[in-house]
C-alpha cells in the first residue's frame, strides 16, 4: 500500500480527503498542528505544533512516502490576519514541505491554492494566466507560496502541482460560513440577513475537490501532469442569492426568510470571480462531478442528517 504524506488534515477539505485517499487504496501519514477529530484504519497522525520541515521529516522517514499532500494553510478564517504567520505558513513552508518531499524521494507533491490569489480582474473567466495579487496580504502570500513551490520542484526536479481552488462549499465547513450559517438559521426557522446576493461565484462541493486533488496526485506521481498551476473550479457562474434560495428550496422552506439587502457588501467582495477550468480539464479529463443543484441539495441533505433536526416551517 502506497503511503502519502498528508498536511492540513484537520481542516475543512482535509477531513473529507483521508476518505477519499483511503477509498483509492492509500495508507496516510498525517501531520497537523492540532489533533484530529476522526480516526481511519489507514491513517496515523502526528500532532506537530507549528509544522516544522525538521519534526515532520522525522515522523515522515520511519515509511516510504510515495506522494505529499499539502493542504495547511493561514488566514482561513477572515479573523487570521497576522502577517508573520500568513508569511510563513502561505509564502515559506509550501516550499519547504516541497524540498522535503524530494529529500523523502516521493514521486509528486501537491498544494493547494485558492483563487484569492488572482488580482481583481474584469474577465469574464479567471485563467491560470491572470495577474496575481499583490495587495491584500492572505492572496499574496498563497500566490507567494504557490510560485516558489512550483519553482523548487523544477529546481529539484519534482513534480510540484498547484490547485488554485474555487469557492469550495459543504459539509464541514466553519460555521461562519455561507452555507452552514444559512442551513442553521434556517433550520431553526429564522431570518437570514444577507447581502444583496449579486456577487458571481464558482460554487465547487467539497467532494468534487477532493475528486481533483486525487486525480492530480495519480496523474502527477505516474508522470502524466506536468508541475505548475492549475485552477479547480466548475467554469459556471452563479450568484450568492441564487445559491442561497437553492439552499433553502433544498430545505424545504419559503425563500422570503432570506432578506436579501439586510446588510451592506463588504468592501472588498469582488462583483465576480469564476475560473477558466480548461487546463486541468485537458490534461487530467477532471471535471466536477455534482450539478450545481445536486451539489447543493446533496450538502443541505447531509447537514441536516448532522444535526438530526428537521428544520422548521
Request: glycine share 10%; net charge negative; hydrophobic share 45%.
Amino acid at each position: 500500500m502506497s503511503s502519502i504524506l498528508l498536511t492540513g488534515a484537520s481542516g475543512f477539505i482535509g477531513r473529507r480527503l483521508v476518505d477519499h485517499l483511503l477509498g483509492a487504496g492509500y495508507s496516510i501519514v498525517s501531520v497537523g498542528r492540532r489533533p484530529l477529530s476522526i480516526a481511519r484504519p489507514g491513517l496515523t497522525h502526528h500532532c506537530l505544533p507549528g509544522l516544522d520541515p525538521l519534526a515532520v521529516a522525522a515522523v515522515a522517514r520511519a515509511q516510504p512516502i510515495e506522494a505529499v499532500v499539502h493542504l495547511a494553510a493561514a488566514g482561513v478564517k477572515p479573523g487570521d490576519r497576522d502577517p508573520a504567520t500568513l508569511i510563513g505558513a502561505n509564502a515559506v513552508l509550501p516550499s519547504q514541505m516541497a524540498m522535503l518531499a524530494h529529500e523523502l524521494g516521493a514521486n509528486a507533491f501537491v498544494c493547494t491554492g485558492t483563487n484569492a490569489e488572482y488580482a481583481p480582474s474584469e474577465a469574464e473567466f479567471v485563467s491560470e494566466t491572470a495577474a496575481l495579487e499583490t495587495i491584500r496580504l492572505y492572496g499574496a502570500t498563497k500566490a507567494a507560496g504557490g510560485l516558489l513551490s512550483v519553482s523548487t520542484g523544477a529546481t529539484v526536479g519534482l513534480p510540484v502541482v498547484y490547485l488554485r481552488l474555487f469557492n469550495i462549499f459543504g459539509p464541514g465547513e466553519a460555521a461562519h460560513r455561507l452555507l452552514p450559517s444559512l442551513v442553521e438559521s434556517l433550520r431553526k426557522g429564522d431570518d437570514v440577513p444577507l447581502s444583496e446576493g449579486s456577487q458571481v461565484r464558482d460554487f465547487v462541493h467539497v467532494d468534487d475537490a477532493c475528486r481533483a486533488i486525487l486525480a492530480a496526485l495519480q496523474s502527477a506521481s505516474l508522470g502524466n501532469l506536468a508541475s505548475g498551476h492549475y485552477n479547480i473550479c466548475s467554469g459556471e457562474a452563479h450568484t450568492v442569492r441564487d445559491f442561497a434560495m437553492r439552499v433553502a428550496l433544498g430545505m424545504g422552506v419559503t425563500t422570503d426568510r432570506l432578506k436579501f439587502g439586510a446588510i451592506p457588501m463588504r468592501p472588498d467582495d469582488l462583483p465576480r470571480v469564476v475560473g477558466d477550468p480548461t487546463k486541468f480539464l485537458d490534461r487530467t479529463g477532471w471535471r466536477p462531478a455534482l450539478a450545481f443543484d445536486e451539489a447543493i441539495a446533496q450538502a443541505v441533505a447531509e447537514l441536516i442528517q448532522a444535526t438530526g433536526v428537521q428544520p422548521n416551517e
